[in-house]
């Protein structure tokens, strides 16, 4: 049994606004009982009783940093004393740090790459097994379109990290074929939530065209549907798409230089 309930648990990180808020109420609309984690416990307190007033769901606040290392196992750690265990992962946690490689120091890059590489392999590490035991389960991995483009200047390690979640992504839903696990790296284009706000980056995204934007619920959605059909790359939106499609058609000399244009370098 995944939960207490009865009906299978989905375990959402950086649950507390933006994406993760959305597919927590993606994955409560299919009737998944829900186990949300961020760092910002009033926040996903707020969105716990949300769900429950309009889903009629049980939902687990487990607050976490994980930026510390041993966050993922005692999430599931928590749940595993609860009695639940995890069916789907969204491992959507993620912030961004501008600026040259060199501008910050190495112990904020080191808890960056904890968060957007280390934690996601981490937990899909834990819970994985357990999937493949029971024969289903889900693991959506949020990347970016900036992990299929050539990577810009002065963001730092956000287009490399993303590009990990998509290849590693890619290995598991190999290694999960047959399995009845599904795993999905989603690789949004521009997503209205806090994401550029905490980023410093709002200057730099007004400038976008309202066409280029993507509600937050779309996003999810797109996600979801695209770990149930089993799809291991979803880019949601026709003019991302395009994107994704030019990056991969033109030569990385090309394309590196049209980066380095955009951002004035």
């Given at each position: 049994?995944?939960?207490?309930?009865?009906?299978?648990?989905?375990?959402?990180t950086?649950?507390?606004?933006?994406?993760?808020?959305?597919?927590?109420?993606?994955?409560?609309?299919?009737?998944?009982?829900?186990?949300?984690?961020?760092?910002?416990?009033?926040?996903?307190?707020?969105?716990?009783?949300?769900?429950?007033?309009?889903f009629?769901?049980?939902?687990?606040?487990?607050?976490?940093?994980?930026?510390?290392?041993?966050?993922?196992?005692?999430?599931?750690?928590?749940?595993?004393?609860r009695?639940?265990?995890?069916d789907?992962?969204?491992?959507?946690?993620?912030?961004?740090?501008?600026?040259?490689?060199?501008?910050?120091?190495?112990?904020?890059?080191?808890?960056f790459?904890?968060?957007?590489?280390?934690?996601?392999?981490?937990?899909?590490?834990?819970?994985?097994p357990?999937?493949?035991?029971?024969?289903?389960?889900?693991?959506?991995?949020?990347?970016?379109?900036?992990?299929?483009?050539?990577?810009?200047?002065?963001?730092?390690?956000?287009?490399?990290?993303?590009?990990?979640l998509?290849?590693?992504?890619?290995?598991?839903?190999?290694?999960?074929?047959?399995?009845?696990?599904?795993?999905?790296?989603?690789?949004?284009?521009?997503?209205?939530?806090?994401?550029?706000?905490?980023?410093?980056?709002?200057?730099?995204?007004?400038?976008?065209?309202?066409?280029?934007?993507?509600?937050?619920?779309?996003?999810?959605?797109?996600?979801?549907?695209?770990?149930?059909?089993n799809?291991?790359?979803?880019?949601?939106?026709?003019?991302?798409?395009?994107?994704?499609?030019?990056?991969?058609?033109?030569?990385?000399?090309?394309?590196?230089?049209?980066?380095?244009?955009?951002?004035?370098?």
């Open positions: 049994m995944s939960a207490p309930s009865g009906r299978r648990l989905c375990l959402v950086g649950a507390s606004a933006g994406i993760g808020a959305a597919f927590a109420r993606t994955y409560a609309a299919h009737g998944y009982d829900l186990a949300l984690t961020a760092r910002r416990a009033e926040r996903l307190e707020m969105l716990a009783a949300s769900l429950r007033n309009d009629g769901i049980e939902v687990l606040v487990l607050p976490g940093d994980l930026a510390l290392p041993e966050t993922p196992e005692r999430l599931t750690t928590e749940l595993a004393a009695g639940c265990t995890v789907a992962l969204v491992n959507n946690a993620g912030y961004g740090l501008r600026g040259d490689h060199g501008v910050h120091p190495w112990t904020e890059h080191q808890a790459l904890q968060v957007m590489v280390a934690a996601p392999a981490a937990l899909a590490h834990l819970v994985l357990g999937m493949v035991e029971r024969g289903f389960g889900r693991i959506v991995n949020v990347a970016s379109l900036m992990g299929l483009m050539p990577a810009p200047p002065s963001q730092g390690l956000y287009s490399p990290a993303k590009a990990f998509v290849k590693f992504s890619e290995g598991l839903h190999l290694e999960t074929r047959g399995t009845g696990v599904h795993v999905t790296a989603l690789c949004p284009g521009l997503t209205r939530s806090e994401f550029h706000q905490v980023a410093a980056m709002t200057k730099t995204v007004a400038s976008a065209p309202p066409w280029m934007w993507l509600e937050a619920r779309d996003v999810a959605q797109a996600g979801y549907a695209a770990a149930e059909a799809r291991p790359i979803c880019v949601p939106g026709g003019v991302n798409k395009a994107l994704a499609v030019l990056a991969r058609a033109l030569p990385e000399q090309l394309g590196m230089r049209l980066m380095a244009r955009q951002v004035g370098r």
